[in-house]
């Protein structure tokens, strides 16, 4: 697949689209395959016992899918999520966390890809996410 924004400009189009949650997300790499981000990981994401909340791991595999689509499809803001699910495999740590997303199929209205996170210090993925996303038609 060709790869149509690269890592600065994916960071950049994070930052002027989504400049609520751009400082939380670092985009470390963009491969044929997919993505990577990495997230900074706080005290608002912990939920008790000390362990990153689900809705934190579920806005880092969203945001790192979503950012794999758009290094296909160029920057289109009103692709959308349209499904995902999420199995939690290992209780991850109050430490940062990477994402691998990887683009399984691309269409001209969809895409189906997966994200696996993982915890600083654990090499095993902690969790594994499922995604499709809606694109918008070309204008």
């Given amino acids: 697949m060709t ?3 690269d890592r600065a400009e ?3 189009f994070l930052r002027a689209e989504f400049p609520q949650v751009a400082d939380d ?3 470390t790499g963009v491969t ?3 993505a990577a981000l990495h997230m900074k990981v706080g005290e608002r994401n912990l939920r008790p016992g000390g362990t990153v909340s689900g809705p934190a791991m579920f806005a880092l595999a969203d945001v790192a899918f979503y950012l794999a689509l ?3 499809i160029g920057p289109q803001a009103l692709a959308v ?3 995902c699910s999420i199995d939690f495999m290992r209780k991850p740590g109050a430490a940062p966390m990477r994402a691998e997303a990887r683009l399984l199929k691309l269409g001209r209205t969809l ?3 997966d994200v696996l996170l993982f915890s600083e210090g654990v090499p095993a993925p902690v969790a594994r ?3 499709t996303y809606a694109i918008p038609p070309a204008r």
């Fill in 32 to 34: 044929a395959e997919g």
């Fill in 81 to 83: 999520t349209t499904n």
């Fill in 129 to 131: 996410a499922s995604l």
């Fill in 70 to 72: 758009l290094s296909r």
């Fill in 25 to 27: 997300f670092e985009v």
């Fill in 3 to 5: 790869i149509r924004m």
């Fill in 10 to 12: 994916l960071t950049a």
């Fill in 111 to 113: 895409a189906v890809g």
